[in-house]
């Protein structure tokens, strides 16, 4: 079996000395110092991935290098040398990212720790790039897999956006193997999040099934017609029924069917189901011929389906069939911020190039004197000095105060709210550079900033949804949480427990949102920091209980 | 007075040479390590805590260097006390390691070297809610 071949780059040897003993990896040796098993600085280790990227699977690289000013890649002309020093693995990485953009690279770093500077942002954006969760063996053991096996699972054909989130790669590995056979796929997630377009762009490619991809969206059909379209029927099989009709399981033969909202088949209707799934036949209603059937069922439900199955919703039987062990839950955009500014800007690039926006975008690029096949790009915060060497490029800039807006927000769209509020920004704020053009104005800049206030308006329309959602959930609560108290502890002790019981209820309510809970505890939402400071010292960590 | 952000700015780069690789050598080894690799992981995360090049600092040298340059700027803050008393807990630990120990816990240890990274993260949070 073969083994990752790991290189560190690394001012140390720690890291090396560690893979050089695990043998479970192989440590790629430069032998550029005899002395070391890595790589000192961005110069040496740039010439040798020049020289030998096939030999190396995943790079270790370190993010603070104690190095001469002159080995140093600077990170901007406004930083200091104790900046270019302390982030150097940023800029090593970015030079690494020109090159080689598929190189799986895994930054020494805890996210958390460069939050002194805007480049958080830019590097959870970028696929093959990984932070190191921990200082333990195992967190450095479980990040090299997960970076090696991304790097072979990487299907640059897909138009499925993955993101960057753990529970994202791990949905695709599971989603890749499951796509193989004719085993049904369950699919949940929340309105919004994808599921159909995975189905479709995801497991039915990749399902090997020469077949057409058919859908049935069940929330759209009358709950009386819904037996003849899955089954189909004969001519007079049911009142108005004037002719035969196909059903999508006849359609979807040696292809794939997905379900949506499968949760709303009707009990009576879910026998058949269930009948068709285990003869692998399907008799359309009022016929007495069986049709032979292979074909792949992906169903998708937006609320759990075992919740239905407790509740009498939905057979326990049909559910086992369906196979609740291939449930694939898609998790709600809220649930992965560390996605965000990835979607955003895939987003962004994706709404430029409609064709609905392209006219729009060849205004703006002849009115700024640029070709019309020129880049695209969202820029977040605020923009970083151009290099001489990169391409030009027209940015739509995102300035912090609305990227604020679109951080805080939560999403009860998902992916599908955010391609909408990507799309109408891109578009108004293409609308207000050619008005500007039209006017007279002259735009010399390749840059068009977005106005925050515009963010404001687009997610104005689900905000008011959530209030409502949070609204029903507060009442549905009663207002209430249970806490625990260990008898025989100090009063200090207990007082110490029930604010971190009460913070850590809080925290889950707020979704994360340490402004809303400074509203709540301290009337004051711009207090936010005091109440994340009372939350760390109270010893709870925001990382640990996203994890849970 | 050094401003919120030379003080951030040193603490970070204290929380990196001191925090993460006086634990590191120790977090870095297995689990079922004996106990002679134990004591030599602790004594290099104490002894040899940063190195950089041919520059080799213990958590000594660190520590003298930053409160030499920060300790009159941070002392109002209740998480340098905190943060003291970890480094002084780390390194109390140089002379209970040798090879002769008597038998003690690889988890105290573990606690005592991870508490002075978690004090560095404790006061850089009380100084940004400044």
Not at chain 1, 59 to 64: I, Y
Not at chain 1, 117 to 135: H, K, N, P, R, W
Not at chain 1, 344 to 352: C, I, Q
Not at chain 1, 389 to 405: F, G, M, R
């Amino acid at each position: 079996m073969s083994k990752p071949r790991v290189l560190v780059i690394d001012d140390g040897t720690t890291y090396a000395d560690v893979i050089a003993q695990m043998p479970e990896f192989d440590l790629v040796d430069p032998q550029v110092d005899a002395q070391i098993p890595c790589l000192k600085d961005g110069p040496d280790a740039l010439t040798f991935l020049a020289a030998h990227r096939r030999r190396i699977d995943v790079v270790l690289l370190d993010m603070k290098f104690d190095v001469p000013q002159e080995r140093l890649f600077s990170l901007g002309e406004t930083a200091t040398t104790r900046q270019n020093k302390r982030y150097q693995g940023v800029a090593i990485l970015r030079e690494i990212r020109q090159r080689f953009p598929k190189l799986p690279v895994v930054l020494l770093t805890a996210v958390e720790d460069l939050s002194l500077v805007d480049v958080a942002d830019e590097l959870t954006a970028q696929s093959m790039t990984y932070f190191l969760d921990g200082d333990d063996l195992d967190a450095l053991r479980i990040r090299i897999n997960s970076a090696w096996r991304d790097a072979q699972d990487e299907l640059p054909e897909s138009r499925v956006l993955w993101g960057t989130d753990a529970s994202m790669r791990e949905l695709r590995r599971r989603l890749m193997v499951l796509a193989r056979g004719s085993m049904p796929v369950i699919l949940e997630g929340e309105t919004g999040t994808g599921k159909s377009f995975l189905a479709e762009q995801f497991i039915h490619l990749n399902s090997g099934r020469k077949g057409p991809f058919v859908v049935l969206d069940l929330a759209s059909i009358p709950t009386e017609l819904i037996a003849a379209h899955l089954f189909g029927a004969v001519r007079g099989a049911y009142t108005g029924s004037v002719a035969d009709r196909r059903g999508v399981f006849e359609m979807a033969d040696k292809g794939t069917l997905f379900i949506d909202e499968v949760q709303n088949i009707p009990l009576e209707v879910q026998k058949q189901l269930l009948l068709v799934l285990q003869d692998r036949r399907v008799r359309p209603l009022g016929s007495s011929k069986e049709i032979p059937l292979d074909v792949k069922v992906v169903a998708s439900s937006n609320l759990p389906l075992d919740d239905a199955v407790r509740t009498g919703r939905f057979r326990s039987d049909l559910y086992m069939r369906l196979n609740p062990a291939t449930r694939m839950r898609i998790p709600p955009l809220r649930e992965r911020p560390g996605d965000l500014p990835y979607f955003a800007r895939k987003l962004t690039e994706l709404a430029v190039n409609d064709p609905e926006v392209a006219e729009l975008r060849d205004q703006v690029l002849r009115a700024v004197g640029l070709p019309l096949d020129t880049a695209v790009h969202l820029v977040i915060g605020r923009p970083k000095p151009k290099r001489s060497d990169e391409p030009a490029a027209l940015e739509i800039t995102l300035p912090e105060p609305a990227w604020k807006l679109l951080r805080r927000h939560k999403w009860p769209g998902n992916i599908r709210e955010l391609q909408m509020v990507m799309h109408n920004m891109v578009t108004f704020t293409l609308v207000g550079a050619v008005d500007a053009v039209q006017s007279g104005m002259a735009i010399s800049a390749a840059r068009l900033q977005v106005d925050p206030g515009l963010i404001g308006q687009l997610l104005a329309g689900s905000t008011g949804l959530l209030e409502q959602k949070s609204q029903a959930r507060s009442a549905s609560e009663n207002g209430t949480i249970p806490v625990r108290i260990e008898v025989g502890a100090s009063l200090n002790a207990v007082a110490n427990s029930v604010e971190r019981q009460y913070f850590l209820a809080l925290f889950k309510t707020a979704d994360g949102d340490f402004s809303a809970m400074a509203k709540l505890l301290l009337g004051d939402e711009r207090k936010s920091r005091a109440v994340r400071l009372r939350f760390n010292q109270l010893g709870l960590k925001v990382r640990e209980i996203a994890k849970q | 007075m050094p401003t919120t952000g030379e003080l951030l700015d040193a603490l970070f780069d204290l929380k990196h040479d001191l925090g993460k690789y006086l634990f590191l050598p120790l977090g870095m080894l297995p689990r079922e390590a004996p106990l002679t690799e134990v004591i030599a992981a602790a004594r290099k995360g104490l002894l040899q805590t940063r190195i950089a090049g041919d520059l080799s600092r213990d958590v000594a040298d660190l520590w003298r260097e930053f409160t030499d340059a920060w300790a009159d700027g941070l002392s109002r803050f209740d998480a340098f006390e905190r943060l003291s008393r970890a480094v002084d807990g780390a390194r109390a630990w140089q002379n209970r390691l040798t090879t002769e120990s008597p038998a003690f816990s690889r988890d105290e240890l573990e606690s005592d070297f991870k508490a002075v990274g978690q004090a560095i993260g404790a006061l850089i949070e009380e100084v940004r809610g400044e």
